[in-house]
């Protein structure tokens, strides 16, 4: 099993619209938890943390939920700068970063 | 500007040949990683290291070597060993603490390594 398992996409969704990403991790012990944005062709650059409490940065919303090792990110009123690819990450532990597969997100006109 | 810089950022080799891929940070970061990225894949990590002179094993170091003589620099070697060297490299640094509370790398652009 993959430590981190994020469904790849893409998913096409229409401007305005909500869309939501999932991502579950295997290690139990994981200690802190990101959604990093990734554009075509560029470095990965770190989008927001995830926290148990919910934590919101204007139209995006992170949510984790540790006993069922989960994490998710929610986009409201989708642009069309939003699409790219949304990494789940995880600290595991000693400064390492796991880093999920990646959904890949297309917003249309 | 502080950030981090790799070189080149495309570049082709023949099989059997040692490539190495430079990655410079003035961040002041005492972290630094290397980490492989495929189609369809995430990234993965090669090897990464804490403070000078020392430096660990990632998940898929065979056919990589790596030194940490400066705190900026922290150069990957990609070696003849390594058997599926064509990929997206990437180099990133963080403050210790930083990677543990804010999940921060600060990653450059990228290498770009094609084997012919």
């Known amino acids: 099993r993959k430590e981190v398992e994020q469904d790849p996409g893409p998913f096409n969704v229409p401007e305005g619209a909500t869309v939501a990403f999932n991502c579950t991790y295997s290690?139990?012990?994981?200690?802190?938890f990101f959604w990093y944005r990734q554009d075509c062709r560029k470095e990965p650059k770190l989008l927001m943390s995830?926290?148990?409490s919910g934590n919101e940065d204007g139209r995006f919303t992170a949510q984790l939920n540790r006993a069922s090792q989960y994490i998710s990110l929610l986009i409201r009123d989708s642009k069309l700068s939003d699409s790219a690819t949304y990494l789940c990450?995880?600290?595991?532990?000693?400064?390492?970063?796991?880093f999920g597969t990646g959904t890949r997100l297309l917003v249309s006109p | 500007d502080g950030g981090i810089t790799q070189s080149p950022k495309y570049l082709f080799r023949k099989e059997g040949q040692n490539v190495t891929l430079s990655c410079e940070q003035n961040l002041n970061h005492d972290a630094m990683y290397w980490y492989r990225q495929d189609p369809g894949q995430g990234l993965r990590l090669i090897y990464y290291?804490?403070?000078?002179?020392?430096?660990q094993k990632g998940d898929i170091a065979e056919g990589y070597s790596v030194s940490r003589e400066k705190k900026e620099s922290f150069p990957l070697t990609v070696t003849s060993a390594q058997k599926n060297p064509t990929a997206f490299y990437l180099c990133a640094s963080s403050n210790l603490a930083g990677v543990a509370n804010t999940g921060e790398l600060f990653f450059g652009e990228g290498s770009r390594l094609t084997v012919l």
């Open positions: 990450v995880v600290n595991t532990g000693f400064q390492k970063l796991v």
């Open positions: 995830v926290y148990s």
């Open positions: 290690n139990s012990a994981s200690q802190s």
């Open positions: 290291s804490q403070i000078v002179n020392d430096f």
